[in-house]
C-alpha cells in the first residue's frame, strides 16, 4: 500500500513538473512582474485554449500531489 502511494507521488510530481514548465512565462522582466500580477489578480488577462488547459492541470496535480504527500507522511510514520 505505501509503495503505491509512493510510486503515485513520484508520478504526480514528475506530471507537475512538466506541466508547469510547459506553461508560457507571463511577465518579462520586473516591470512585467509588477503589471502582470496586477492583471492577474484583477482578471484583466483570461487564459484561454492551451493555457486554460495547462492551468487546470496544475492546480489538480498539485492538489494530489499535497494529497499525496500527506498520505504518504502519514504511513511511512505509522
Not at 508520478?11 to 507571463?26: D, E, M, P, R, T
Request: aromatic share 10%.
Amino acid at each position: 500500500m505505501v509503495i503505491f502511494f509512493k510510486i503515485l507521488l513520484i508520478i504526480f510530481s514528475i506530471g507537475l513538473i512538466s506541466v508547469v514548465l510547459l506553461q508560457k512565462g507571463k511577465s518579462a522582466g520586473l516591470s512585467g512582474a509588477i503589471s502582470g500580477g496586477a492583471e492577474h489578480l484583477f482578471g484583466k488577462q483570461k487564459a484561454r485554449g492551451m493555457d486554460l488547459v495547462l492551468q487546470r492541470l496544475t492546480v489538480g496535480l498539485a492538489s494530489g500531489f499535497f494529497i499525496l504527500a500527506l498520505i504518504v507522511a502519514y504511513f511511512v510514520k505509522a
